[in-house]
């Protein structure tokens, strides 16, 4: 993947900031109305898909699809229409009711991109269990990506903790490696998918640990194991494990916005129907938006939405300024 090299002496039509599927839909959408369009990407281009084995839901694949190959087709469909990309974490974005011109600064650099309109496209984040040992064995036997380190669990036993839909699917995709998947969950009964549900529970590798958390993730120089506890009866017990892997939930990573979009209480964007944050010429799509469901079509669907607005925005400024 290139980088693009951009001018920051130039105003461009509208900057993305990540490139997941909401925001790759929004770059197709609004390139291909043939505005200037820089996405930011601080990873690598894809987001959660790209770190999801296979996608079954998204329509059109009537066998699914592996995650990366959906998001690199998405890239160059982009790309195609002109869409740019710049690898680099945006830091800060200021917005002032005097200017139309949003700055967005990359990497804590002084000089900031320029945009007439932004689109807000930057996930979530993974929760963290915050117990003892989780930062120490991250690497080590920690992890939160099944895709990305399942292999090394072949004929090993783990745990994965969380009862939801990833947590499930992830369960299951590490039922290729793993000997055994103990599924840790604090409720009695799990909130994922009935259809993940049902195979999970056909799956004689996986075997469920209801009611319970882990305490403590324990080792010598890579993982040994948890320490779990029965929530209901009190009951601890060391469950020998040489990985786990945390699916407990999404927390939204947005410190570069600061205070000056409305957020909900617990702190995702808020927009209206046509995907404009509380800050006019700014707009927010997929995970990152105050929402119920968060998958990739409706990523994407967002991602239109908010490219729709984002030009008509702009060819509304563009107007003003030239009458
Ligand atoms: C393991 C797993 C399995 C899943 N399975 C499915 C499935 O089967 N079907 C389905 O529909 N959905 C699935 N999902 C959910 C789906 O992947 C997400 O809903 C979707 O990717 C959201 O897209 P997004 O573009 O809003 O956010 P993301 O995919 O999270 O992309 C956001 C991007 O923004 C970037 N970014 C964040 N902050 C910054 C910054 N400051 N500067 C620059 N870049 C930044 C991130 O690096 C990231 O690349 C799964 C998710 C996971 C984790």
Not at 82 to 91: C, K, L, S
Not at 180 to 203: C, M, P, S
Not at 300 to 317: K, L, N, P
Request: proline share 2%; aromatic share 8%; hydrophobic share 40%.
């Amino acid at each position: 993947m290139d980088q693009d090299s951009l001018s920051k002496e130039d105003v461009y039509d509208v900057i993305i900031i990540g490139g997941g599927p909401a925001g790759l839909t929004a770059g197709m959408y609004t390139a291909r109305a043939r505005l200037s369009t820089v996405l930011i990407e601080k990873l690598g281009i894809g987001g959660q898909a790209s770190i999801t084995d296979r996608i079954e839901n998204y329509p059109g694949f009537v066998e699914g699809i592996s995650g990366p190959e959906l998001v690199h087709t998405m890239e160059e469909q982009a790309r195609s229409f002109g869409m740019r990309i710049v690898f680099g974490e945006v830091t800060t974005i200021k917005c002032s009711e005097e200017s139309i011109i949003k700055k967005v600064f990359v990497n804590g650099e002084p000089e900031p991109y320029q945009c007439l309109s932004l689109v807000l496209a930057a996930g979530h984040e993974q929760r963290k269990l915050g117990v003892p040992g989780e930062k120490d064995y991250t690497g080590k036997g920690v992890s939160y990506c099944a895709t990305c380190d399942g292999a090394f669990f072949r004929d090993l036993p783990i745990a994965v903790v969380g009862g939801g839909d990833v947590a499930l699917e992830e369960a299951l995709f590490l039922t290729r490696f793993a000997k055994k998947i103990y599924v840790i969950h604090r409720r009695d009964r799990l909130r994922g998918t009935k259809i993940l549900q049902e195979r999970a529970f056909n799956n004689n590798k996986i075997e469920f640990i209801f009611d319970s958390i882990v305490d403590e993730i324990f080792g010598q120089m890579l993982v040994d194991g948890v320490k779990v506890r029965n929530l209901k009866t009190g009951e601890r017990k060391d469950l020998e494990v040489n990985g786990v892997f945390v699916f407990v939930g999404w927390i939204p990573g947005l410190s570069f916005l600061g205070s000056i979009i409305e957020r909900s209480e617990d702190g995702y964007i808020v927009v209206d129907k046509e995907m404009e944050t509380s800050r006019e010429g700014v707009f927010a799509c997929g995970d990152c938006r105050k929402k119920n469901l968060r998958q990739i079509v409706t990523a994407c669907g967002d991602g239109a939405t908010a490219a729709f607005s984002a030009q008509h925005y702009v060819e509304r400024m563009k107007g003003e300024e030239y009458v």
